[in-house]
Structure formats: structure tokens, C-alpha cells
């Protein structure tokens, strides 16, 4: 990165109810994040308290830079207090599990049923020899069964990987190899916009040269079942016969690894980031708690998948371990209508509802007349990740969605963090464009490349300047990779986005540092010429690249979805162009805009940067395997 570079930032800010903060389990931000700083042991102490311990940690922290251990000594499994112990304080037959299909088909699990299913499952496992430490590979559709075997991997100590079930056979087959897999568990199909689409045959193919695996367990949902081809498959529920329905749980030490998940890297192979047993069961409970506020009658629909490691902390284990009700569904937003989600939202009495900007702005490209056919009462609280949220998909959520009402939580977080990390607590003031301030047990700061703490106003680079329980312990089978994250800018975690911060402490997100755009000396995030085009009444999304400018170094060339009922024209380009110049200034003004009908996205419906500048300069489009089709 050249000089580090002046960022506008607007000060607008909505203050919720202060009801919010009065009732809320973190009370008022600052005095807790005061108490954290004077002793963060003593803070991280109270918080793992929290969870259900089988033997107490001696030491909290053991920092040897870049490698953490988190509460040693003591032991857990994460499903007792995800399970074990809300079916012995009285919340056995509360509901655990929503799950809605594409069809409107719902099926329901209390608390004790799904604590028995994943105890029966946990010895369907061990009864194919599974043991504590082996790799799962799992690639299935969002079922209530894929919750109760992923608890079932917890509960015996196995660690599991989960694919996204959108991902292809190579991108399968490179996960399953990498992880050694000895068991890969999947549906015959799962469903889409009214498609059956068969992943079956995907695992076929993945599977072959993965020496590995000894078992494919296959749950079978239409009728087609249980053919299964060769001697490697196993049928889901014939698995569970005569099986007893008591598993007591592994003792885990808390340094122990619980689950792989795979990410995208910029280049090569994803990476296989590990999280630990003690201090992500610490992370995710914290955070779900304190900042999600989940009580007793919350439900709690987060609209990722489990593929993802947001589906992993706010469907799963954060939630479970707050005992709130959780919602899952295999539905698309917009099908058979884009009223399908608020449908939802209505009629299961979702609480707190979590999802992405992809999705709002898909949302408001239709328009508020879905939405407002529904009644969104019962939401108390909105979330948002996975990219920036710009103010204009700010103000349509909490205007449209939240009625002005409720607060909105932008959540910034990554695979590696494990649980939220920056975030406006509630009761805190929230400013549109600014994802809010570190959660009491984060240090973060926004950086120059020597580690040089920036003043407000200045962008730079995202550190987290201190070690956290949830933090991944190592990337799979790669210590070096990992080691990077640590030794890139002094002794400080490197996040890899670029971010300012405000007179108030207050970080805005402005898009990966590698995305980043030189425009004659001046670095320019992505998010914040994006966010101003998207301000533009035409613009329904917008993804911009630098590139090559004899002069300039670097040009910003935009890519620009259209809002219905708007079409290219020259007139339009000027305008947009003029836009940014007003909003941003002369810098940022986009050298080409280019009126495109889809943007690549990653299947987590991230932006794709690097695939609209390879195609650009005609160069290789490098690893393809995390783009959506
Ligand atoms: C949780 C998750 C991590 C990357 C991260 C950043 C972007 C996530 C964001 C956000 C702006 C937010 N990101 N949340 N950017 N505001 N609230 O998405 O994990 O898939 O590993 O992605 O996503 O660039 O570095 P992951």
C-alpha cells in the first residue's frame, strides 16, 4: 500500500430506545469494555464460566506469539451446553429447531428430542468406527438431520468439515483430501427453486481418489432410497437402527480441534482454518448472549448456511448454547416470490433475524411492497455480515424491515475470528456505513503497514492487537499460512480489510486490502465508491475494480446492476459519474461504468473482485471453485 489516505465520513446516527440497553444481558458497552481492558483474564474467566466445563482451566491465556492456548487444562464437550443442559434445567420441550422446506413442509424438534437424536447419531458413528480426532466431511443440504449429525460429530470428538453444498466435485474432492476425511455424509438431494438437484453423484465423484474415505452415509429423501451402489454407502436412518440413544459425551480438552472450515484464499487452495473446542464454545456463547441479546423466547433466524462459518456460530453452536429457538430453512429469498422470507418471518414469530447485504439490496431492487405485505412485528432485532452494509441498504432495513424500531447489528467478523468482533452494541448510537466499535474482549485498530496506530479519518488496515478465545488456532496441515496472519504487520493479527474509524471510535468496513484501488497515489476502498453509487436512485448494486492508467497508475472502472425500470444510457454513465465526483470527490470518479445484469459472487454471495478484474486484463481467472454458477 503507498500513503495512507483520507476517507469522508458522515456523522449521521440513530439512537435506538434505551429500553434496549436497560434490558439487555451486556448492559451499558463502555463500562464493560473498561472492565475487559483493567482484566481481560478476569473478563474471558467470567465469560467460559458461562459454558458447561467437565474439568476448570488452571491458566486462562498462554500467549507465545503467534500461537495461543486458551483456558489449559480444562476439558468440555460443547454439545452438553448446547443439549445436555437445557434438557436438564427445564427447557426440555422447548423448541430447539424450526426447519421449513421450499414446499412449506416444516418439521419441529424440541430440546430433548434433538438432544436424543444427536446422542443416537453420536453412536451411529462410533458403530462405523468413527473416533475421536477423525475427520467428517460433510456436504448436505440445510436439514434438521445435518444439525443433529454435526452435534453428533461434536459429541464423540470428531472433527467436521462442511462444504457448502452448492460447491462442485473438484472443489469437494480437494476439501476432502486436504481434511483426509475418513467419513463424508450427505443427502441424495437437495432442493432448489423448485428443482430436486442431486448431490449423490457430486460425492460420487469427489470421492474417487480420495483414498481416505472408508464410509459415504447418505440420507435418502425421495423416494429413490436406499440403492445404494457400493459397499462404501451407508443409508442414513438404517444407521440408526437398534442404536442406543444415550452417548455420554468425549472429554475435549479445550485446545482440542472441533471443526475445520474451508476458505477462500486469494490464490491456490482454500485453507482448512481450525477452531478450537474451549475458546470458540467460549466465543460463540459470549457473543451470542451479549450481543445478540438471545433470551428465553427468542427466535432466532440467521439466514446463512451451514456451509459457512456464520452458519456455524449463529445457526448452531451460539444459539443452542443460549438455548433460543433456531429457525433453518432450504429456501431462496425470492422463491416463488420474494415475499417468501417475510412469509416466514410472520409466521414463525422470528425474533432476531440475521442475513446479508446481498440480500437486502436484492431485496430493495424489488421493492418494499413484498415486505410490507407481511407483519415484521415480532423482530426485535436486525443483524447484517458478510460485507459492508452501505447507508442506502442501512436506511432501507431498519426503515423497511426494522420500522425504524429495531436496532440493526452490522457485524463485522471473518472464518478466522470465529464470533463477532465489531459491532454497534445495542443501545449504542448507529451509524449507517460503520459496522460500530470492538466488542468488550476485542482490541482492534486500524493500522499503517508498520503497525502505526492511524487518527480518525485515515484508512488503513484492520488489526486485532490481541489474542481472543474463538481465534483459529492454525489453518489445517499449514502452520505457515497461518504463522502470516500474525507476522505481517508487527505482533498484530492481520484481517486483510481495509477500515477507518471515526472521531467516536466507530470502524467502517471499506472492502478487502487486496481489492484495494490506487488512483494516482490515493487508496481507494472498493465499499466506499460502491456505496456511493449504490446512494444513486438507478443503482441496485454496484462492484468496482481498478484498472491499469497511464497516468493515474490506477483508474476505478464500476459495474453497475440497474434498479427495474431503468436502462443504460450515456446520460445515466454522467450522472453516476458526476455522483461520485459530489460524494467521494474527482479520485474516485469511475473512468468506465459498465451496465452489467449479474455480478460474479462467491456462493456465500461475496462480490468477486478479482474474477471482473481478470476478465478485464484477459488474464487467468485463477481458482474458480468458491464462484457461484
Ligand atoms: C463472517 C464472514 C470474512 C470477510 C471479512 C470482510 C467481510 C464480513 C462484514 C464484512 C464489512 C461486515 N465482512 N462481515 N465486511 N462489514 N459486517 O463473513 O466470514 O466468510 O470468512 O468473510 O467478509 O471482508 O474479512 P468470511
Redesign the pocket.
Given at each position: 500500500m503507498s500513503e495512507n489516505f483520507e476517507v469522508k465520513v458522515d456523522s449521521k446516527s440513530y439512537i435506538p430506545d434505551p429500553a434496549y440497553r436497560e434490558q439487555s444481558f451486556l448492559g451499558d458497552y463502555k463500562a464493560v469494555y473498561k472492565e475487559f481492558i483493567q482484566d481481560p483474564d478476569e473478563f474471558w474467566s467470567r465469560m467460559a464460566k458461562e459454558i458447561e466445563w467437565i474439568k476448570p482451566w488452571t491458566k486462562v491465556l498462554e500467549w507465545n506469539h503467534p500461537y495461543a492456548r486458551w483456558f489449559t487444562g480444562g476439558t468440555l464437550n460443547i454439545t452438553t451446553s448446547c443439549l445436555d443442559r437445557h434438557v436438564k434445567e427445564g427447557r426440555r420441550n422447548k423448541l430447539a429447531l424450526i426447519w421449513r422446506g421450499e414446499d412449506g413442509e416444516e418439521r419441529v424438534y424440541t430440546y430433548r428430542q434433538l438432544h436424543r437424536d444427536v446422542m443416537r447419531f453420536a453412536n451411529a458413528l462410533k458403530k462405523i468406527g468413527v473416533q475421536k480426532g477423525d475427520r467428517i466431511c460433510f456436504y448436505m443440504p440445510l436439514v434438521p438431520e445435518h444439525i443433529i449429525a454435526l452435534l453428533a460429530c461434536a459429541r464423540i470428538g470428531a472433527i467436521h468439515s462442511i462444504v457448502y453444498a452448492g460447491f462442485g466435485a473438484e472443489a469437494l474432492h480437494s476439501r476432502i483430501r486436504d481434511a483426509e476425511a475418513k467419513v463424508v455424509i450427505t443427502a441424495d438431494v437437495g432442493k432448489r427453486r423448485g428443482k430436486v438437484i442431486s448431490l449423490r453423484s457430486i460425492v460420487d465423484d469427489a470421492v474417487r481418489n480420495a483414498p481416505s474415505v472408508e464410509k459415504v452415509i447418505v440420507l435418502c429423501r425421495e423416494k429413490c432410497s436406499v440403492e445404494l451402489y457400493s459397499e462404501m454407502e451407508e443409508d442414513f436412518y438404517s444407521l440408526l437402527e437398534g442404536v442406543s440413544a444415550d452417548c455420554s459425551p468425549e472429554e475435549m480438552d479445550a485446545e482440542e480441534p472441533l471443526f475445520i472450515l474451508y476458505?477462500s484464499g486469494t490464490t491456490g487452495m482454500p485453507k482448512g482454518i481450525v477452531h478450537s473446542c474451549g475458546g470458540y464454545a467460549t466465543g460463540v456463547h459470549y457473543t451470542a448472549k451479549y450481543l445478540f441479546d438471545l433470551k428465553e423466547n427468542d427466535v432466532i433466524w440467521c439466514t446463512a448456511d451451514t456451509g459457512?462459518?456464520?452458519g456455524h456460530s449463529y445457526i448452531v453452536y451460539g444459539p443452542l448454547s443460549v438455548g433460543a429457538t433456531v429457525v433453518i430453512t432450504e429456501t431462496t429469498p425470492d422463491w416463488p416470490d420474494p415475499g417468501i422470507w417475510w412469509s416466514i418471518i410472520e409466521e414463525l414469530g422470528v425474533t432476531l433475524f440475521y442475513t446479508a447485504p446481498t440480500a437486502i439490496r436484492m431485496f430493495m431492487r424489488v421493492g418494499e411492497e413484498w415486505p410490507n405485505k407481511y407483519n415484521l412485528d415480532s423482530l426485535r432485532i436486525i443483524g447484517?455480515?458478510?460485507?459492508?452494509?452501505n447507508p442506502e441498504a442501512f436506511e432501507w432495513y431498519y426503515r423497511v424491515i426494522g420500522k425504524m424500531r429495531c436496532p440493526i447489528l452490522?457485524?463485522?467478523?471473518?472464518?478466522?475470528t470465529g464470533m463477532h468482533m465489531i459491532t454497534t452494541p445495542l443501545g449504542e448510537p448507529m451509524k449507517p456505513g460503520f459496522?460500530g466499535v470492538p466488542i468488550p474482549g476485542i482490541i482492534a485498530d486500524v493500522v499503517d503497514e508498520e503497525g502505526n496506530s492511524l487518527p480518525p479519518g485515515q484508512g488503513g488496515l484492520l488489526v486485532i492487537k490481541k489474542p481472543w478465545p474463538s481465534m483459529m488456532r492454525t489453518v489445517y496441515r499449514n502452520d505457515e499460512r497461518y504463522k502470516k496472519y500474525w507476522n505481517q504487520i508487527k505482533d498484530y493479527y492481520a484481517?486483510?480489510?481495509l477500515a477507518v474509524k471515526d472521531e467516536d471510535g466507530y470502524f467502517m468496513?471499506l472492502?478487502?486490502a487486496d481489492d484495494i484501488i490506487i488512483v494516482a497515489g490515493h487508496n481507494l476502498g472498493t465499499a466506499e465508491v460502491e456505496s456511493a453509487l449504490v446512494e444513486h436512485e438507478a443503482v441496485a448494486e454496484a462492484a468496482v475494480i481498478g484498472v491499469p492508467d497511464e497516468i493515474k497508475g490506477q483508474a476505478v472502472k464500476a459495474f453497475v446492476i440497474l434498479v427495474k425500470g431503468y436502462t443504460p444510457s450515456q446520460k445515466l454513465v454522467s450522472e453516476l459519474t458526476y455522483h461520485v465526483r459530489m460524494s467521494i470527490g474527482p479520485i474516485a470518479m469511475p473512468a468506465a461504468i459498465e451496465f452489467v445484469d449479474t455480478l460474479p459472487r462467491t456462493r456465500?454471495g461475496?462480490i468477486m473482485r478479482r474474477i471482473l478484474k481478470a476478465k478485464e486484463m484477459n488474464m487467468d481467472l485463477g481458482d474458480t471453485s468458491t464462484l457461484e454458477e
Open positions: 476458505t459457512w462459518i456464520t447484517s455480515v458478510g460485507e459492508p452494509l452490522d457485524t463485522w467478523w471473518q472464518t478466522e459496522a484481517a486483510g480489510d468496513i472492502g478487502r456465500s461475496k
